[in-house]
């Protein structure tokens, strides 16, 4: 995407549950509520950068 972003952690916001890395298990609620995704994660973060103001990276 070319596109340069600086994550930045708060640590007054972290929970003790946080943990690095977390994976959702979309089937869990999928299968409780009938919720699926409509579009493939490459093409919602695609949408996401899209939507940020324009700054070239460099």
Not at 9 to 14: F, H, S
Not at 23 to 36: C, E, F
């Given at each position: 995407?070319?596109?340069?972003?600086?994550?930045?952690?708060?640590?007054?916001?972290l929970?003790?549950?946080?943990?690095?890395?977390?994976?959702?298990?979309?089937?869990?609620i999928?299968?409780?509520?009938?919720?699926?995704?409509?579009?493939?994660?490459?093409?919602?973060?695609?949408?996401?950068?899209?939507?940020?103001?324009?700054?070239?990276?460099?």
């Amino acid at each position: 995407m070319k596109v340069d972003i600086e994550i930045v952690e708060d640590k007054a916001r972290l929970r003790r549950v946080d943990r690095a890395t977390q994976l959702a298990k979309v089937d869990k609620i999928g299968n409780r509520v009938g919720w699926s995704a409509k579009i493939e994660l490459p093409a919602a973060v695609a949408d996401i950068v899209r939507g940020f103001p324009s700054k070239k990276a460099g």
